[in-house]
């Protein structure tokens, strides 16, 4: 909890300095933390049917694991592919986002009276 606090203060005061950048942050988190944890479970489920499929673990190896293995190992990998590249162009659409967005930022101009 304490971490959490901590992080927290460190993103108000990210925020303050550089709004943009911290925008940006946020959002490129919001897709990277599904896809890791996508990422995560799909190589950890197909160690576990390669383990099964063709090893001798547990009086392996077990025919119906090694077809589930290759079953899904294609198009887990074509899915892999797929979304890291859309992430990879949504990241270049978030940077011109900020990019823009700095750039008003720095032409605004302010007349005081």
Same mark, same amino acid.
């Given at each position: 909890?304490?971490? @959490? =606090? ?8 990210? &925020?303050?300095?550089?709004?943009? @950048? /911290? &925008?940006? &942050?946020?959002?490129?988190? +919001?897709?990277? =933390?599904?896809?890791? =944890?996508?990422? =995560?479970? &799909?190589? #950890?489920?197909?160690?576990?049917? +390669?383990?099964? @499929? /063709?090893?001798?673990?547990?009086? @392996? ?5 090694? +077809?589930?293995?290759? +079953? ?8 892999? #592919? ?16 900020? %990019? ?5 930022? %720095? ?7």
């Amino acid at each position: 909890m304490i971490f @959490g =606090i901590i992080k927290k203060y460190k993103d108000i005061k990210n &925020g303050a300095k550089d709004p943009a @950048g /911290f &925008g940006q &942050g946020v959002a490129l988190d +919001f897709v990277k =933390i599904p896809l890791t =944890i996508f990422t =995560i479970t &799909g190589v #950890v489920s197909l160690g576990l049917l +390669f383990l099964l @499929g /063709f090893t001798e673990v547990l009086t @392996g190896p077990f025919s119906f694991f090694r +077809f589930l293995f290759w +079953f899904l190992l294609v198009p887990f990998v074509l899915l892999e #592919v797929f979304f890291w590249s859309l992430f990879r162009k949504f990241k270049k659409l978030i940077q011109k986002a900020k %990019n823009r967005v700095d750039e008003r930022v %720095n032409t605004i101009d302010v007349e005081v009276k």
